[in-house]
């Protein structure tokens, strides 16, 4: 494949398996970036004699950049060519990274977290590009395929920047994450072929146009929020475990940690996921996944009926099942929205993953919320009910 030929159908480029590995890989290293800082917060909290509540601006931070790197750089992907924005994102990604590991005031630290969040939706050019790459007949799964690199990317990484830190410190964990991408990059700068522009509108005509394919495309409407229902369900759940196991079962954050394993299930499903939707068709893969989480959430219900032991249980399974419907969705919807308008793909996928972030968001809130206010049940009924917000949107689509 020449890097100086350029795309100008999906169905004219063959993706070899080391280059769908490649794009898994770089999707992976880059929004990895955005959770390494996590596990690390109480030792970054100490060596800037920071409090409890200002180190948790660092991850703040980066997921408010991500949030507006999604919304306000991600659509730049039909406008020019997406290896040139792969290129230039991933190595402001590996500099950033590189800034904050050698940060050496508390404001540094902050605004090269920001920073990395913005550069991070590298991992959002990079999707799109497989799709453009695909052919019609296997769009799903090789979508899917590069899904299951960014999910590992964020099962991964609080694991790797845990043991890294604890062995060689918390700066050593940046330092050896810019390395990383920063090969990928230039990888795949030297593998891909150039890809044609789609659009020649100017940057604000071309955030203008969000708001146009969102009233154009029906389609996009209903994978968005019905995603974005099913992020609500995720982001209540995950936001909240670490509360009950701690009240109820007198459980410390490893274990809490230990329940995100549960994420494999949902790199896993990806590439399913997407070959299914190649043969039945994305929309009967958003039936399927959506019930499955319904199902998942309304099955913890039963917990207070359980002992304590079979209660952990049926959290597992739970948490096992839901993952694996709402990563089946994603990869699903975005089968979907890719064959709307392939002028569009980046915008579409902004658009797409910003409805998610809110979803996520609330999520966040409305569980903590409902776990106040009427305990574990509440928040389990929360969820249960969004998720059976996004099946409906699935089932009353034709």
């Excluded at 060689?168 to 920063?182: F, H, S």
């Excluded at 154009?216 to 099913?230: E, I, K, P």
């Excluded at 919320?369 to 059976?388: D, E, I, P």
Aim: glycine share 10%.
């Amino acid at each position: 494949m020449s890097q100086q030929s350029a795309v100008s159908t999906p169905a004219a480029n063959a993706l070899s398996g080391k280059l769908v590995f490649l794009l898994a890989l770089g999707a992976g290293l880059s929004v990895a970036s955005i959770y390494y800082s996590q596990p690390m917060l109480g030792v970054i909290g100490s060596a800037f004699h920071a409090s409890v509540s200002d180190v948790g601006l660092v991850p703040t931070l980066t997921q408010i950049g991500y949030a507006f790197g999604i919304l306000l750089l991600a659509p730049l992907g039909d406008r020019f060519d997406r290896r040139r924005i792969i290129l230039v994102k991933g190595t402001l990604l590996a500099l950033t990274m590189l800034l904050c590991g050698f940060a050496s005031s508390w404001h540094v630290l902050l605004l090269s977290s920001l920073a990395i969040g913005l550069v991070a939706t590298v991992a959002q050019d990079i999707i799109p590009a497989a799709a453009t790459l695909a052919s019609d007949h296997n769009r799903g799964k090789i979508v899917g395929m590069v899904m299951t690199g960014l999910l590992a990317g964020i099962l991964l990484s609080r694991v790797f920047s845990g043991v890294v830190a604890e062995l060689l410190g918390w700066r050593a964990v940046y330092a050896i994450a810019a390395v990383g991408v920063w090969l990928v990059t230039l990888t795949l700068w030297y593998v891909l072929p150039a890809f044609k522009p789609e659009t020649t509108l100017r940057y604000p005509a071309l955030l203008r146009s969000l708001g146009k394919l969102w009233i154009d495309y029906a389609a996009l409407r209903r994978a968005a929020l019905a995603q974005g229902l099913l992020s609500i369900a995720f982001s209540a759940f995950w936001s909240t475990l670490a509360i009950m196991l701690a009240d109820r079962f007198h459980l410390g954050s490893a274990v809490a940690g230990a329940f995100g394993l549960a994420g494999a299930a949902g790199a896993l499903a990806a590439p399913l996921a997407g070959s299914l939707a190649d043969r039945r068709g994305p929309n009967f893969v958003t039936k399927i996944a959506s019930a499955l989480v319904v199902a998942s959430f309304a099955l913890m219900f039963v917990m207070p009926l359980l002992p304590l032991p079979a209660q952990l249980a049926v959290i597992v399974i739970s948490a096992i099942g839901f993952d694996l419907g709402i990563q089946a969705s994603l990869v699903a919807h975005q089968t979907i929205i890719y064959a709307l308008n392939p002028a569009a793909r980046s915008r579409l996928n902004a658009i797409m993953f910003t409805v998610v972030f809110i979803g996520m968001a609330a999520g966040a809130s409305l569980g903590s919320l409902a776990l106040a206010s009427f305990g574990w049940t509440g928040m389990v009924a929360l969820a249960t009910a969004a998720a059976a917000g996004g099946l409906l949107i699935r089932l009353t689509t034709r």
